[in-house]
């Protein structure tokens, strides 16, 4: 499976960005896809996942009810819609597939990871 994810940019403290991650591969709709950001200096963190079918979700305290996952499994192309954004959002966000029937909240769950793609947030 391959990801490439897109959207990034620069963006004021209260903006939205909506960041998008295309996959190629594999049955699309048999895997749980998550998304994960990594700050300068701190570890990867995740940040929100959804179920193949997109009935099961689960976001990190830190952007639930601004952030929303959602998928297109006909376009095979997993969402991330940020809302209310703030400096502490900025980070490189990556995509990533797990193979697992689970939604989960571990890295080291997911086999497949696509490039990463920055985002800045603005005070």
């Known amino acids: 499976v391959q990801l490439q994810a897109s959207g990034g940019g620069l963006v004021q403290a209260g903006g939205s960005l909506r960041l998008s991650c295309a996959a190629s591969?594999?049955?699309?709709?048999?895997?749980?896809m998550g998304w994960f950001r990594q700050a300068p200096g701190k570890e990867r963190e995740f940040v929100a996942a959804?179920?193949?079918?997109?009935?099961?979700?689960s976001y990190a305290d830190s952007v639930k009810g601004r952030f929303t996952i959602s998928r297109d499994n006909a376009k095979t192309t997993v969402y991330l819609q940020m809302n209310s954004l703030k400096p502490e959002d900025t980070a490189v966000y990556y995509c990533?597939?797990?193979?697992?029937?689970?939604?989960?909240?571990?890295?080291?769950?997911?086999?497949?990871w696509g490039q990463g793609t920055e985002v800045t947030v603005s005070s």
């Open positions: 990533a597939a797990d193979f697992g029937t689970t939604v989960s909240t571990s890295s080291r769950d997911y086999n497949s």
């Open positions: 591969g594999g049955t699309f709709s048999s895997y749980a």
């Open positions: 959804i179920s193949g079918s997109g009935g099961s979700l």
